[in-house]
Nanobody
Framework: QVQLVESGGGLVQAGGSLRLSCAASGRTFSRYAMGWFRQAPGKEREFVAGISWRGGTTYYADSVKGRFTISRDNAKNTVYLQMNSLKPEDTAVYYC?????????????????WGQGTQVTVSS
């Protein structure tokens, strides 16, 4: 069992930055690939970024490439999402998720555990 708790969301102006954190419980965090997803009102949950269990492989949605960076610290059981050059269309609830394999997936149904989400609002 893995419990995930996101933090770091908030209100920011367009062009600004935020850093999301996702703290995981349990001693096996390093055996999970991690992903960040987001869901805007009236839209489906979409993949944002993913990282392999040792951090050597990362995936990004085209919409965030070059602006967002995913990273992890297995000693701290935490995964991060650094978000720069934020745009109003980045406004959503952001969720972290854990997948019990080495590599992340772009598909939300392939993840085993989810956090409760943190709101990110980007004003124009």
């Amino acid at each position: 069992q893995v419990q995930l708790v996101e933090s770091g969301g908030g209100l920011v102006q367009a062009g600004g930055s935020l850093r999301l954190s996702c703290a995981a419980s349990g001693r096996t965090f390093s055996r999970y690939a991690m992903g960040w997803f987001r869901q805007a009102p009236g839209k489906e949950r979409e993949f944002v970024a993913g990282i392999s269990w040792r951090g050597g492989t990362t995936y990004y949605a085209d919409s965030v490439k070059g602006r967002f960076t995913i990273s992890r610290d297995n000693a701290k059981n935490t995964v991060y999402l650094q978000m720069n050059s934020l745009k109003p269309e980045d406004t959503a609830v952001y969720y972290c998720a854990a997948r019990g394999t080495a590599l992340p997936s772009y598909q939300p149904h392939e993840y085993d555990y989810w956090g409760q989400g943190t709101q990110v609002t980007v004003s124009s």
